[in-house]
Nanobody, 114 residues
Framework: QVQLVESGGGLVQAGGSLRLSCVAS????????MGWYRQARGKQRELVAG???????NYADSVKGRFTISRDNAKNTIYLQMNTLKPEDTAVYYC????????WGQGTQVTVSS
């Protein structure tokens, strides 16, 4: 079992920044790939960014150059630094651990006002 707890969401004006955190606990030694997904109202959940235990990263085209994913293996935590936020970034953001089965956090709301 793995537990993922997100924090750091909130309301911000367009152009602002937020940093999301996700702390993992449980069988964390078996986690290689972790990431952030988001789901806007009425839309499907989509990948925002992913990171491996070795530090390799990938990003959705819509966030490249604005968002940065990072990982602190000693703290069992991943982060998502979000800069130059846009109203279209408004969504519930979920932390994800790619395992069998997959694990998800409870989600944290990010709202960007125009």
């Amino acid at each position: 079992q793995v537990q993922l707890v997100e924090s750091g969401g909130g309301l911000v004006q367009a152009g602002g920044s937020l940093r999301l955190s996700c702390v993992a606990s449980g069988r964390i030694f078996s986690i290689d790939v972790m990431g952030w997904y988001r789901q806007a109202r009425g839309k499907q959940r989509e990948l925002v960014a992913g990171i491996t235990s070795g530090g390799s990263t990938n990003y959705a085209d819509s966030v490249k150059g604005r968002f940065t994913i990072s990982r602190d293996n000693a703290k069992n935590t991943i982060y998502l630094q979000m800069n130059t936020l846009k109203p279209e970034d408004t969504a519930v953001y979920y932390c994800h651990a790619a395992m069998s089965p997959d694990y998800w956090g409870q989600g944290t709301q990010v709202t960007v006002s125009s």
